[in-house]
């Protein structure tokens, strides 16, 4: 069975830096690409990059370019998303995807607070 | 970028109607790769549909999707009271990959 499992609910100030993460199995890892996707309070889907862990190549959605940080390690078939330093925008649910044929495969979700 | 715009923004229905979902995209979506995905409150989104028209694994066959080019249609055949929840459809032939704003669909 594929499952994406991602790392537990975040509460960081602004100024901090963060990695969430997001476990594949039930599949090979380096076969299929990794995707972000983010959902701001009350708000839609919003696509922030993909990773293919073949290569670590990395594409990122115009918005995200420069504010985040995708990676894996495929030893641990995981992703990770990170940020260097968090604004209070950032607060947000984060979901790790395998992208299939299409966005098949999805995370429960990191909920990622940033306040003061 | 290719911006979906979905329409209506709310539909309310009773068990039993059909419920017909609008996505227009701003250019042509190539090859199709166009999905729709259902998201219950709380829960992560999942997919219903994929290239316009194939269900996804364990979808039931009152969710059909339909179109090509710029204009797609999701429609649920006989809503359930299981189906309350925000659709949305998804471009991934062209990056970057968008997002529509949602569909929320009631049962009155």
């Known amino acids: 069975e594929v499952q994406l499992v991602q790392s537990g609910a975040e509460v960081k100030k602004p100024g901090e830096s963060l990695r969430i993460s997001c476990t594949g199995s039930?599949?090979?890892?380096?076969?299929?690409?990794i995707v972000w996707v983010r959902q701001m309070p009350g708000k839609g889907l919003e696509w922030m990059g993909r990773?293919?862990?073949?290569?670590?190549?990395?594409v990122y959605g115009p918005s995200f370019q420069g504010h985040v940080s995708i990676s894996a390690d495929n030893s641990v078939t995981t992703a990770y998303l990170q940020w260097s330093s968090l604004k209070a925008s950032d607060t947000a649910m984060y979901y790790c995807v395998r992208r299939g044929l299409y966005f098949d495969y999805w995370g429960q979700g990191t909920l990622v607070t940033v306040s003061s | 970028e290719i911006v979906l715009t979905q329409s209506p923004d709310t539909l309310s229905l009773s068990p039993g109607e059909r419920a017909t979902l609008s996505c227009r995209a701003s250019?042509?979506?190539?090859?199709?790769?166009l999905a729709w995905y259902q998201q219950r409150v709380g829960q992560a989104p999942r997919p219903l549909i994929y290239g316009a028209s194939s269900r996804a694994t364990g979808i039931p066959d009152r969710f059909s999707g339909s179109g090509s080019g710029t204009d797609f249609t999701l429609t649920i055949s006989r809503l359930e009271p299981e189906d309350v929840a925000v659709y949305y459809c998804q471009q991934y032939g062209s990056s970057p990959w968008t997002f529509g704003q949602g569909t929320k669909v009631e049962i009155k």
């Open positions: 039930g599949y090979t890892f380096t076969t299929f690409w």
């Open positions: 990773l293919d862990p073949s290569d670590s190549s990395t």
């Open positions: 250019q042509s979506v190539g090859a199709n790769y």
